[in-house]
């Protein structure tokens, strides 16, 4: 990192922007470009997990190369000419979620960190029927630039 001044080293402290931010971008391997998109997720179990359809690109590119980037910030905002932020970047393993009691328990969570209106139990049908995405953190680093 060119500005060690701003690196955040503190796991706790990228865990704290992890749980703060509303939106992770996930990059998956397509061989030629990265393809990316945004998500709500939750960490939980020091893992980043999603929820998402059943199909689709970002499921078909798992299947062929799990490892992803992954990318979030907090606390943006232009003061003058200089950017304020905390940020987390990192990489990781995905895999889709084969167990129910672990599904279940991230999707609570998920519904708790946005103060969604959900049903729990989650019915069995409902919960055969949905896809979550763990990616497990292999590595992060985090960044800031605080007022002084």
């Known amino acids: 990192m060119r500005r060690k001044d701003r690196e955040i080293t503190d796991p706790s ?15 998956f391997n397509t061989g030629e470009f ?47 000419t200089t950017t304020r932020y905390r940020s987390v970047c990192g990489t990781g393993i995905a895999a889709l979620v084969d167990d129910d009691t672990l599904k279940a328990e ?14 729990f139990p989650i019915p069995e049908r409902t919960l055969a029927a949905t896809r979550v995405v763990r990616v497990r953190i292999e590595s992060m680093s985090g960044k800031q630039s605080r007022a002084t």
């Open 13 to 27: 402290a990228m865990h704290e922007i992890l749980r703060e931010a509303d939106v992770v971008s996930v990059a």
């Open 34 to 80: 990265p393809y990316v998109l945004p998500f709500n997720f939750v960490l939980y179990e020091d893992s980043i997990f999603i929820h998402c359809a059943g199909e689709g690109r970002k499921l078909d590119l798992i299947g062929r190369d799990p490892r992803v980037a992954f990318c979030t910030a907090v606390d943006i905002r232009v003061e003058n």
């Open 106 to 119: 991230t999707l609570k969570a998920l519904a708790a960190k946005y103060k969604a209106p959900c049903v």
